[in-house]
């Protein structure tokens, strides 16, 4: 199974922080180092890829598909095309690294989910996002990620006829878009 990470970049990621200043860069590496950390525990590194359109200097360590930055979802699109060039990509998972509980049980139900149905869907606390998303065969369903993105995939996957099954953890659902977010996490 391959695990694509998106990020937008040092400088872009967690705009919605932007009244931490320099304080913000550091958040969001750590939170998204011990994603990235976490899903490898589970996976093995070499099948966890960051897709930025920014590979900057301080990601050069990481495993990471540049894309073009038009988007979320075009940018998973073109992450999808460029690891199915490499390599047989079977089922594939998407992970937003903005979870700062996660931890390897959350991958390991996700997956085991995906067994048992041909997409997983794991929303935010409010079931409004999609915080992961898992498919077998790997793009049986488009990306639709955000906004009222959990909405969208389980109507998509109703429209296609597609079985899905919906993972709700802790570490799946608290993502940290705010301030007050990060707080609750003692991150700050």
């Not at 495993?63 to 060039?85: F, M, S, W």
């Not at 990620?145 to 899905?164: K, P, V």
């Amino acid at each position: 199974m391959h695990f694509l990470l998106p990020f937008k970049g040092v400088e872009s990621a967690k705009s919605r922080w932007s009244e931490l200043g320099t304080k913000r860069h550091h958040l969001v590496l750590q939170i998204l180092r011990q994603n990235l950390k976490t899903v490898a525990s589970v996976v093995g590194l070499q099948n966890v890829f960051l897709v930025t359109p920014d590979p900057s200097e301080v990601l050069s360590d990481l495993p990471i598909l540049k894309v073009d930055g038009k988007g979320l979802n075009r940018d998973l699109c073109q992450a999808h095309e460029i690891l199915t060039a490499q390599t047989e990509v079977s089922q594939l998972a998407v992970l937003l690294p903005d979870l700062p509980a996660l931890v390897a049980a959350d991958i390991q139900s996700v997956i085991s989910a995906l067994q048992e149905k041909p997409v997983v869907l794991c929303p935010d606390r409010e079931d409004f996002g999609t915080n992961a998303l898992a498919m077998r065969p790997a793009g049986i369903l488009d990306f639709l990620f955000e906004g009222a993105s959990f909405s969208r995939h389980s109507e998509a996957c109703q429209n296609l006829g597609l079985d899905y099954a919906v993972v709700r953890t802790e570490g799946l659902a608290h993502d940290c878009d705010s301030v007050k977010d990060l707080e609750s996490f003692c991150l700050l």
